[in-house]
Each structure stands twice: as structure tokens, then as C-alpha cells.
């Protein structure tokens, strides 16, 4: 039968496969959009192995604590498409990974993709593999943070892309998911101005005075500028500097301050930041494809 490049570009979409194995798959199935992605997964079965170097930038972000909130892990586990990331049999992976890291306090993949995964079924990464041939796609536990302290650790996770660890130095569970919550939602890249890198302030520094000069004002007006707009900078970066989420009229230095607490160390994991996407005109390269086969 006939299969359309719409056709094809869904199924690629939903199974991240190529474009010649959903073509060939929808011609099996008579263009039934269920059968053929499970024909996909049927045959990754025996391509597993060169999935291995296909870029997996979807997934999700597991947060794990144990009971007396003292300890937590955060782990994120890729795919390549979000219809996989949603998909039973990853979630269920995902999850007991991120169970698995919490119960080791591992704090680095590699010894965690070495222990086993469940009672008889091998390790962690042999459990990777037998869902990489299941799903038809790359599967990778790309990082894992474990956080332990004598006071509570506050956590926070935003859907299943966006996880935050953080330790005070005080026993306040509210106000550790608050900062939490705030990690999550600003973006923080340090807890204070002082930890930003010399190197880093000089090139902003070196920025904006190249932005200035051209205004035509003094010197020294020039210099206030500059030095305002690394204030305010600094203030961007660090967590101290930011307007908290709840309340923007005050600064998470302030709220801190309330509180007579400190933040110790936060770790924020987003899905695939980092990661370069592979990007291409599915539209053309589909019709390409499809023209020159059939």
C-alpha cells in the first residue's frame, strides 16, 4: 500500500526509529499506526546495540528521599523522543534507578549502572540494554546526585523535568522546599556573588564597557553604568541576589536572613540541558526518503 510522508514523520516522531524502518513498518501493518510501533519495538530487539550513538535529549528527572527527609538523590534518565519518556516501561526503569541510587548513596553512574537491578535480573546496565531492544530507542542514565545531611534536605520537582536537591544548615523542612521551588523555577547557577569566577565578572565587565563607550558620556558615568549592570548581573547568577518566586519583594539573601539559615549546596537538574539536539527539516527529509524508495 501507499504510505504518506505525514504518515512516516508521525511514527518517526512517536518512536524516534528511521525513516525507512517507519515507512517499512507502516507498508507491514496496512498503515495502522498502533501495529506499526509496536513492529518497531519488536525489531529493535535486534538492533539495540546500534542505538547506542543516537543523541537521547528527552527523558525524565527522578527525586528520591528517604523517610526522615535527611538524604535524597536526583537522577536523570534520557531518551530520545518524548513519547518514549512517557512510555510505562521507562518510568518504571527510571524510577527504579533513582531507588536504587538512594538505598547506595551513589553519587557517579558508573558504579551505579554496575549493581544489580533487581533480584535475578542482572545489573543496571543490562536492565538499560533489555529497554533500549524493548522501546527501540537509546536509553541513558546520563547523571545521578546524592545528598545527605544531619538537617532535613529540601527537594522539589517541577513535573518530571526539573528536580532540585538543596541543604541548609538549619532543621527547616518549609523552608528548604521553598528554596527548593525557587532553584527550580530561577535557575540559580551559584549561591552567592563571591562564587563567581573572576574570569567570568571580567568578560561581562569587558562587555558592557564596549557597550558603553559608544554612548558619549564621561568617564565616570560610564563606570557607574558598568558597574551597576555587573550588580545586577552578579544579582541574576546568584541565588542570594534573586527576588524569591512566593514573594518578589524580597530577596532569597533576605528570606534566608528571616530565617537565620544558610544554603549549603543545591544541585538543579533540567532534562537534555547541555545536550545538542540534532535538528533537520523532517517535512523534506521524509518526502526524500519516501520519493526515492518508492
Known amino acids: 500500500m501507499s504510505v504518506s510522508a505525514a504518515q512516516v514523520k508521525e511514527l518517526r516522531e ?3 526509529a528511521g525513516m525507512m524502518e517507519c515507512k517499512k513498518a507502516l507498508e507491514a501493518t496496512h498503515g495502522d ?20 550513538g ?18 535524597g538523590v536526583i537522577v536523570e534518565v534520557n531518551s530520545e ?7 510505562e516501561n521507562f518510568l518504571k526503569f527510571a524510577n527504579t534507578v533513582a531507588d ?8 557517579d553512574v558508573q558504579p551505579l549502572i554496575h549493581l544489580p537491578f533487581h533480584s535475578g535480573e542482572g545489573k543496571v546496565e543490562e536492565a538499560r540494554q533489555a529497554l533500549v531492544a524493548k522501546v527501540g530507542e537509546n536509553i541513558n542514565v546520563r547523571r545521578v546526585f546524592f545528598m545527605s545531611d544531619e538537617n532535613t534536605i529540601g527537594s522539589y520537582l517541577h513535573g518530571n523535568r526539573i528536580g532540585v536537591l538543596v541543604q541548609l544548615d538549619v532543621d527547616n523542612p518549609e523552608l528548604a522546599r521553598d528554596i527548593a521551588m525557587h532553584i527550580a523555577a530561577s535557575k540559580p547557577l551559584f549561591i552567592s556573588p563571591e562564587e563567581v569566577s573572576p574570569d567570568i565578572v571580567a568578560k561581562e565587565k569587558e562587555i558592557y564597557i ?7 558620556k564621561p568617564q565616570d558615568i560610564i563606570e557607574k553604568m558598568v558597574a551597576g549592570r555587573i550588580k545586577k548581573y ?11 518566586v512566593k514573594d518578589p519583594n524580597i530577596t532569597i539573601a533576605s528570606l534566608l536572613n528571616k530565617h537565620r539559615a544558610k544554603v549549603v549546596a543545591f544541585t538543579r537538574f533540567e532534562v537534555g540541558e547541555g545536550i545538542e539536539k540534532e535538528t533537520e527539516d523532517f517535512v523534506e527529509a521524509v518526502k526524500a526518503q519516501v520519493q526515492g524508495s518508492g
Open 81 to 87: 523522543t518524548d513519547f518514549v519518556a512517557r512510555d
Open 54 to 71: 543516537r543523541i537521547a535529549a528527552e527523558g525524565v528527572v527522578i527525586v528520591r528521599q528517604t523517610q526522615d527527609g535527611k538524604s
Open 14 to 16: 512517536r518512536t524516534g
Open 210 to 216: 564596549a557597550q558603553a563607550s559608544g554612548s558619549g
Open 100 to 107: 536504587i541510587a538512594l538505598a547506595n548513596k551513589i553519587n
Open 234 to 244: 552578579l544579582d541574576e547568577v546568584s541565588l542570594l541576589g534573586q527576588p524569591f
Open 33 to 52: 499506526m498502533t501495529l506499526a510501533v509496536e513492529e518497531l519495538r519488536k525489531s529493535g530487539r535486534a538492533k539495540a546495540d546500534k542505538k547506542s
